[in-house]
């Protein structure tokens, strides 16, 4: 048959260069494998109906990729609010389905792009890019799904205006470090959060093992036996629950930027924050090889000098585009959003020197791409969807444990330090959720009868830092690729042809590399 070339639209194209330059389910003891109870055979049996997805799309960014390909379908599918209570209130998940370009399909490749709180759809249909020349293409449907609380799922998450947005200030980060967060702020998040996405119960249901046992109706209306899978970033997450709840019904499972399982909330985050001040040094490195680079030509001073750089931005921001201020922890989360890939470290660099020029154009465009801020001004509910679903995922924290996380932070991050009393004004911005999360750290613990997995993990990566790759292939008795690079997650992208041979071997063929199986990407 023939298949239309996929072609990359702007906003992929961008967005690539950011991102390789972005009441509860069962028990973890008791894995639901046994088949699907009376009550939940209806959900079980649906038949999607897929058609055109541009009423998929929430901003003019997600509509130009959404439309890009006429091979793309989308449709959504019913699941239980709370799967102990399934005649009960339902919501609707977004499915985007790509159809295998060879004649002799295996089946769907699930995938997961991160976040939380990434969207499913974007991610097949950027990957569907990515992987055009692949095996992977040739022998799979790739599906994406926007889990519960997230893009075109419905509800979704929403917690503030698109001009509340803009000004950057909303409290949902816990670990922000030059916002003051008082418990009438955690209180009024909350309320706000739950009267615009559609009751506090939604919110209560919103975390991974939910979007696990989603996941598994997923594959069942796509017509699949066993699930196969491809997770990146917090997919890794979502897969090792799955696995743990599912184990008989996997079939393959390719985990790309491993979540350490076994990490909890403050040692996983410290850990992930002294990966970018690793990678900080990297840039650094390669900046103070540049003519006029703005952190100076030692690379041991470069943190010193961004300090200096950004630490006015705290009293006085400094000007961007379309009516935008660059503040400090604006300056800091688009240079966090860089460090995804050594593919943006120039853009980065160029940033850094328009702030000591006084300027922020460059920083946050870079935020507010990676955060989904669209040209035409509207958020996608990402930033939203991320702070919800881990407040029902991650343990939660007294105002004093706050403080300490935020210390520890900017210890293993100095470029992060802005010089301030961080105790002041730190509260856990999710302690006003009534419900306790629902993962339980450490997850995917003792698993049986699992079939072998694939976890690739990248040495430089600043998110996802290698070891927790390790940790994962020994908790899931899986096979670890390593990927010498600088860069989070890579086998989406479809950039590296040693990394794709492998990932496609394995998912076609269910065979696994060697032990010590090595892929090097190219250096910046």
């Given at each position: 048959?023939?298949?239309?070339?996929?072609?990359?639209?702007?906003?992929?194209?961008?967005?690539?260069?950011?991102?390789?330059?972005?009441?509860?389910?069962?028990?973890?003891?008791?894995?639901?494998?046994?088949?699907?109870?009376?009550?939940?055979?209806?959900?079980?049996?649906q038949?999607?109906?897929?058609?055109?997805?541009?009423?998929?799309?929430?901003?003019?960014?997600?509509?130009?990729?959404?439309?890009?390909?006429?091979?793309?379908?989308?449709?959504r599918?019913?699941?239980?609010?709370?799967?102990?209570?399934?005649?009960?209130q339902?919501?609707?998940?977004a499915?985007?389905?790509?159809?295998?370009?060879?004649?002799?399909?295996?089946?769907?490749?699930?995938?997961?792009t991160?976040?939380?709180?990434?969207?499913?759809?974007?991610?097949?249909?950027?990957?569907?890019?990515?992987?055009?020349?692949?095996?992977?293409?040739?022998?799979?449907?790739?599906?994406?799904?926007?889990?519960?609380?997230?893009?075109?799922?419905?509800?979704?998450?929403?917690?503030?205006?698109?001009?509340?947005?803009?000004?950057?200030?909303?409290?949902?980060?816990?670990?922000?470090?030059?916002?003051?967060?008082?418990?009438?702020?955690?209180?009024?998040?909350?309320?706000?959060?739950?009267?615009?996405?559609?009751?506090a119960?939604?919110?209560?249901?919103?975390?991974?093992?939910?979007?696990?046992?989603?996941?598994?109706?997923?594959?069942?209306?796509?017509?699949?036996?066993?699930?196969?899978?491809?997770?990146?970033?917090?997919?890794?997450?979502?897969?090792?629950?799955?696995?743990?709840?599912?184990?008989?019904?996997?079939?393959?499972?390719?985990?790309?930027?491993?979540?350490?399982?076994?990490?909890?909330?403050?040692?996983?985050?410290?850990?992930?924050?002294?990966?970018?001040?690793?990678?900080f040094?990297?840039?650094?490195?390669?900046?103070?090889?540049?003519?006029?680079?703005?952190?100076?030509?030692?690379?041991?001073?470069?943190?010193?000098?961004l300090?200096?750089?950004?630490?006015?931005?705290?009293?006085?921001?400094?000007?961007?585009?379309?009516?935008f201020?660059?503040t400090f922890?604006?300056?800091?989360?688009?240079?966090?959003?860089?460090?995804?890939?050594?593919?943006?470290?120039?853009?980065?660099?160029?940033?850094?020197?328009?702030?000591?020029?006084?300027?922020?154009d460059?920083?946050?465009?870079?935020?507010?791409?990676?955060?989904?801020?669209?040209?035409?001004?509207?958020?996608?509910?990402?930033?939203?969807?991320?702070?919800?679903?881990?407040?029902?995922?991650?343990?939660?924290f007294?105002?004093?444990?706050?403080?300490?996380?935020?210390?520890?932070?900017?210890?293993?991050?100095?470029?992060?330090?802005?010089?301030?009393?961080?105790?002041?004004?730190?509260?856990?911005?999710?302690?006003?959720?009534?419900?306790?999360?629902?993962?339980?750290?450490?997850?995917?613990?003792?698993?049986?009868?699992?079939?072998?997995?694939?976890?690739?993990?990248?040495?430089?990566?600043?998110?996802?830092?290698?070891?927790?790759?390790?940790?994962?292939?020994?908790?899931?008795g899986?096979t670890?690729?390593?990927?010498?690079?600088e860069?989070?997650?890579?086998?989406?992208?479809?950039?590296?042809?040693?990394?794709?041979?492998?990932?496609?071997?394995?998912?076609?063929?269910?065979?696994?590399?060697?032990?010590?199986?090595?892929?090097?990407?190219?250096?910046?």
């Open positions: 048959m023939t298949v239309p070339k996929r072609r990359p639209p702007i906003a992929v194209a961008v967005a690539a260069l950011l991102t390789l330059a972005a009441c509860t389910a069962s028990s973890p003891d008791e894995p639901a494998t046994a088949a699907p109870t009376a009550e939940l055979a209806r959900f079980y049996e038949t999607p109906d897929f058609g055109p997805c541009a009423g998929y799309a929430m901003t003019s960014s997600e509509t130009e990729v959404l439309t890009s390909d006429d091979t793309f379908e989308c449709a599918i019913d699941v239980p609010l709370d799967y102990d209570a399934p005649d009960d339902t919501v609707r998940i499915l985007l389905r790509v159809p295998a370009r060879g004649e002799n399909p295996i089946g769907s490749l699930v995938l997961n991160g976040g939380p709180g990434g969207s499913g759809l974007m991610g097949a249909a950027t990957a569907a890019t990515g992987l055009a020349e692949s095996r992977i293409t040739e022998r799979f449907d790739l599906v994406g799904f926007d889990p519960r609380g997230v893009g075109a799922s419905i509800p979704a998450v929403d917690c503030f205006t698109d001009a509340e947005l803009d000004t950057g200030t909303v409290p949902t980060s816990t670990v922000g470090t030059a916002g003051s967060v008082t418990e009438a702020d955690t209180t009024e998040l909350f309320e706000g959060c739950a009267e615009r996405t559609g009751g119960r939604v919110l209560e249901h919103l975390g991974t093992r939910d979007a696990a046992r989603d996941m598994d109706l997923v594959r069942a209306v796509m017509g699949d036996e066993q699930l196969s899978y491809l997770g990146q970033s917090y997919g890794t997450r979502l897969g090792a629950v799955y696995a743990e709840t599912f184990p008989d019904r996997v079939r393959a499972m390719v985990l790309d930027g491993a979540i350490d399982p076994e990490q909890g909330t403050f040692e996983r985050r410290v850990y992930a924050y002294g990966g970018f001040q690793r990678s040094e990297q840039l650094a490195a390669y900046c103070a090889e540049q003519p006029d680079c703005p952190l100076g030509p030692d690379p041991a001073r470069a943190t010193q000098v300090q200096e750089t950004l630490r006015p931005l705290l009293n006085q921001p400094v000007p961007a585009k379309d009516g201020e660059l922890d604006a300056a800091t989360a688009g240079i966090i959003s860089g460090l995804y890939s050594a593919q943006a470290w120039p853009a980065i660099i160029a940033g850094i020197a328009e702030v000591q020029a006084g300027r922020g460059t920083l946050v465009a870079i935020g507010n791409l990676f955060a989904g801020r669209a040209p035409d001004g509207r958020w996608s509910n990402f930033g939203e969807a991320v702070f919800a679903i881990n407040c029902m995922d991650e343990q939660r007294t105002p004093e444990q706050t403080a300490e996380l935020r210390n520890a932070v900017v210890e293993a991050a100095p470029f992060l330090d802005p010089g301030t009393d961080l105790s002041l004004g730190a509260r856990d911005t999710c302690e006003a959720w009534p419900t306790p999360p629902t993962l339980t750290i450490p997850y995917a613990q003792h698993i049986e009868d699992l079939p072998p997995t694939l976890i690739v993990s990248i040495t430089g990566d600043p998110s996802t830092p290698y070891e927790g790759g390790s940790t994962l292939a020994e908790a899931l899986g670890m690729l390593t990927v010498e690079g860069q989070h997650t890579i086998v989406m992208a479809g950039t590296s042809p040693c990394v794709d041979d492998i990932a496609a071997t394995y998912l076609i063929d269910l065979h696994t590399p060697p032990a010590d199986a090595t892929c090097t990407l190219p250096s910046t």
